[in-house]
C-alpha cells in the first residue's frame, strides 16, 4: 500500500522534472572530465563525490519545491484538519523523493563506468563506501529542501537555497582552508577535522584512497542530517522542532571528534595495493603501478627501445628494467618507501591517464621521458639537474638538447649547447666513461659532481 | 501613473525590489571579510546578478495570467518595457557600489552578466512560467562558479563559464547578448505560459 502511495506521488509530482534535471547536471559533470577518472574506480567514485558540489545545492532546491506545495495549492489549512499524524502523508512522497535521489546519483556513477570498466586493473572495495556516502549527501539535502520549503514556502526559498548551499560547500571549505596560512603562506595549523562534513571531494590522486573509516562517520553525520530533516518536515509544533534538530547535533558531535584533521588531503591514505607493481616479464622487466595497469602495454614498447639505446652507448652499466615511479607530485609515497632500488632500474615518473582510459602520452615523450629518467633520482638536494639531464639524453640519442617547452633562459641553452660540443669533442672512450661516472654520480645523489663532469670546463 | 502602480503592485515588484537590495547590500558588506582586494570579482557579481535574475524573474507574471491576457494593452511592448527597465535598475543598483570603496566593476562585466541572465530569466518564464525561471539562470551561474572553472582561452569553456569570463571575451559577450535577445524576444511576444489561477497566486 504505502508503495502505492508513494509511486502516485512520485508521478504527480515534481520528483520526475526534478530527478531528470539532476541527471542531465549530473552527467554533463561526469563526461566533461572523463580524463580525471578514466580507468581508475577511486578516481571515479571521487570525481562522482564531486558532483555534489553541483548536486546537493540542486537537490535542496527541488527538496523545497517539493515542500511547498501544499502551501501552492492552498491545502495546506485543509490538511491541517485532519486528524491523521502529518507524518503520514509527508514520508510517501520524501521516500519517493530520496528513492530518485539515490537512483541519480548512482546514474551519475553508472555513465563513468565506460570509461573505467575497459582499462582498470583492480576494483578497490573503498569504492563502495565513497559512492554510498555521496548518495546518502543528496537524500539528506533532499529532505532538508523539503523541510525549508514547507518552513518558508516562498518562490524564492528553493533558488535562494541553492546559492547558500553552494556557497557554503565550496567557498567556505576553501575559505577556511585558506586561513590556515599565514602571511608568507606557510600552513600554520592544519584544516580543522570539520571540513570533512561537507561531502563533495575535489581531488585526490591516484594512489590514495579515502579509508572507510572515515566514509563511515561521514554516512553517520549524514544519516543523523537526513533523520533531522526528515523528523523537521513532519514537526508540528516547537518541541517536535526542536528535537528534530537534535539528530543533527549528536551526528556532529560524535563524529567530529573522531574525523581526522586536514580535510580531505589529510584522510587520504596511501592504497597499497593501487602501488603494486604489474610487469611485463617478455624480455626486460616492464612495471607500472596497479592504479596504471592499463598503459602497460604502451609503455613496454619505448621502455624496451630506451634500454637498448643506453645498453648500445653506456655498454655493460644500462639498466635492465624499467618501472613507474609511485611519487607523484604531492609526494604520496615519501622517498623512504621505495629507496630500495639498485641502478639496474630506470625509475620513470608516475604518468598521467588520458581521456579514454589510455595514456595521454605519445610514445615520443614516453622515450622522452624515460631517457630523462635514467639519470634522475630523488635526492635530499633540492638542486635542479635538468640542464646537466638535458645534455646528457641528447649525447645519447645524438641530438640537441631538449630544456622543455617552457621559456629557457638563452644563456641556459647556450651553455647546454656549449657542454654538449666540448663532451664530443673528446675521445669516444673518453666521452663514454665521462658520461658513465656522470650517471653514477647522478644516482648516488652527488649533484655537483654530476655537473662538473658534463659541465667540463665550465663554472 | 495609476496604472503604473497598480501594475507594479501586482507584480510584487516591491518585494522584490527590496529582497534584491537587502541580498546584494549583505553581498557588498561581507566582501571584506573575505577579501582584501576593493574590487569584488567576477564571481561575486554572477553570485549578486543571479540574485537579481531570481528576483525579477518573480516579477515576471501576474497573479491571474488569463485575466491579465483580457486586457486591450499592447502586451509585447508593456513585456519588453518591463524587462529593460528591471536590467536597467539592476545595473543601476550594482553600479551604486562604486561611490564606495568595494566595487562591483568593472562596467561590461556587469552589464554582460546582467543582461545575460536576465534574458535566461526572461526565457525561462516564457518557456516554465515565472515561478520557475529561476531554475536555467541559477544551475548556469552554479556551473560557472565551480572552482575548476575560470578565466580559459579555450571557446566551449568561455561559453560553458560566459559568466567569470573577464570583460572584452568575445565568445562570452555573444553568448550573453544571444541569451539577453533570445530572452527578451520570447517573453514579450509569448510572455508566460497560462497556468489555472491557484498555482500562480502570489506568496502569502
Request: proline content about 6%.
Amino acid at each position: 500500500m504505502t508503495g502505492r502511495i508513494m509511486r502516485i506521488e512520485v508521478r504527480r509530482s515534481a520528483v520526475p522534472g526534478i530527478a531528470l534535471l539532476l541527471v542531465i547536471v549530473g552527467a554533463a559533470l561526469m563526461l566533461t572530465v572523463t580524463g580525471g577518472y578514466a580507468g581508475r574506480w577511486t578516481q571515479l567514485a571521487v570525481y562522482a563525490r564531486s558532483t555534489l558540489m553541483m548536486l546537493m545545492p540542486l537537490a535542496l532546491a527541488g527538496g523545497a519545491w517539493l515542500g511547498r506545495r501544499d502551501r501552492r495549492h492552498r491545502v495546506d489549512e485543509l490538511f491541517g484538519t485532519t486528524v491523521r499524524p502529518r507524518w503520514r502523508r509527508s514520508v510517501p512522497l520524501a521516500a519517493g523523493y530520496a528513492l530518485a535521489l539515490v537512483t541519480v546519483y548512482l546514474l551519475t556513477f553508472l555513465l563513468g563506468i565506460p570509461w573505467v570498466a575497459p582499462s582498470a586493473g583492480y576494483f578497490p572495495v573503498s569504492t563502495i563506501p565513497i559512492t554510498a556516502v555521496g548518495a546518502l549527501a543528496l537524500v539528506a539535502a533532499g529532505w532538508l529542501g523539503m523541510a525549508a520549503g514547507r518552513a518558508v514556502p516562498r518562490v524564492a526559498t528553493a533558488p535562494v537555497l541553492a546559492v547558500v548551499a553552494f556557497a557554503v560547500l565550496t567557498f567556505v571549505p576553501d575559505y577556511v582552508s585558506m586561513s590556515g596560512y599565514d602571511e608568507n603562506f606557510v600552513k600554520v595549523r592544519p584544516d580543522p577535522a570539520a571540513l570533512l562534513l561537507a561531502p563533495a571531494i575535489n581531488s585526490l590522486n591516484d594512489f590514495k584512497t579515502i579509508p572507510s573509516s572515515v566514509s563511515l562517520l561521514q554516512a553517520l553525520w549524514l544519516a543523523a542530517l537526513a533523520t533531522t530533516g526528515l523528523l523537521l518536515l513532519g514537526a508540528v509544533g516547537r518541541r517536535a522542532v526542536a528535537l528534530a534538530v537534535l539528530p543533527a547535533v549528536v551526528g556532529a558531535a560524535v563524529a567530529v571528534p573522531l574525523l581526522p584533521t586536514g580535510g580531505y588531503s589529510g584522510s587520504a591514505v596511501l592504497d597499497p595495493a593501487a602501488v603494486e607493481l604489474v610487469c611485463d616479464d617478455d624480455g626486460p622487466q616492464v612495471c607500472v603501478t596497479r592504479a596504471h595497469a592499463a598503459l602497460l602495454p604502451e609503455v613496454v614498447g619505448p621502455a624496451r627501445k630506451t634500454l637498448a639505446l643506453i645498453d648500445a652507448k653506456l655498454p655493460g652499466t644500462a639498466p635492465t628494467r624499467v618501472e613507474e615511479g609511485r611519487q607523484l607530485v604531492d609526494n604520496t609515497v615519501r622517498s623512504d618507501a621505495n629507496h630500495v632500488r639498485d641502478d639496474g632500474t630506470l625509475v620513470f615518473d608516475a604518468l598521467s591517464i588520458g581521456w579514454t582510459g589510455f595514456s595521454d602520452v605519445s610514445p615520443d615523450e614516453l622515450s622522452a621521458a624515460l631517457l630523462d629518467a635514467a639519470w634522475w633520482r630523488e635526492c635530499e638536494t633540492g638542486y635542479p639537474t635538468f640542464l646537466a639531464r638535458a645534455v646528457a639524453v641528447a649525447w645519447l640519442t645524438g641530438g640537441q638538447p631538449d630544456l622543455g617547452r617552457g621559456s629557457t633562459a638563452p644563456e641556459e641553452r647556450e651553455k647546454a649547447d656549449a657542454a654538449l660540443r666540448e663532451l664530443r669533442n673528446l675521445p669516444s672512450d673518453e666521452q663514454r666513461k665521462r658520461v658513465q661516472a656522470a650517471r653514477a654520480a647522478a644516482l648516488g645523489c652527488e649533484i655537483d659532481r654530476f655537473h662538473s663532469l658534463l659541465f667540463l670546463a665550465q663554472p | 501613473m495609476r496604472w503604473l502602480r497598480l501594475y507594479l503592485r501586482a507584480r510584487r515588484v516591491p518585494l522584490a525590489l527590496a529582497g534584491t537590495v537587502c541580498a546584494i547590500g549583505s553581498l557588498w558588506a561581507s566582501w571584506p571579510h573575505f577579501s582584501d582586494g576593493q574590487t569584488v570579482n567576477a564571481r561575486v557579481v554572477s553570485a549578486a546578478a543571479l540574485i537579481a535574475a531570481v528576483a525579477v524573474g518573480t516579477t515576471l507574471g501576474g497573479a491571474d495570467d488569463a485575466l491579465d491576457h483580457t486586457a486591450s494593452v499592447n502586451w509585447p511592448a508593456r513585456r519588453a518595457g518591463h524587462v529593460l527597465a528591471a536590467a536597467a535598475a539592476v545595473v543601476a543598483l550594482l553600479l551604486v557600489s562604486t561611490l564606495t570603496d568595494v566595487r562591483f566593476e568593472p562596467l561590461g562585466v556587469v552589464a554582460r552578466n546582467t543582461a545575460g541572465l536576465l534574458g535566461l530569466t526572461a526565457l525561462g518564464a516564457a518557456l516554465l512560467g515565472a515561478a520557475l525561471s529561476w531554475i536555467a539562470p541559477l544551475i548556469w551561474t552554479l556551473v560557472a562558479l565551480l572552482p575548476w572553472l575560470g578565466p580559459s582561452d579555450q571557446v566551449r569553456w568561455q561559453i560553458a563559464a560566459w559568466l567569470v569570463q573577464p570583460a572584452g571575451t568575445t565568445a562570452a559577450t555573444a553568448c550573453a547578448t544571444l541569451l539577453a535577445v533570445v530572452g527578451l524576444v520570447a517573453y514579450a511576444l509569448r510572455g508566460c505560459p497560462r497556468r489555472p489561477a491557484a498555482e500562480t497566486a502570489p506568496d502569502r
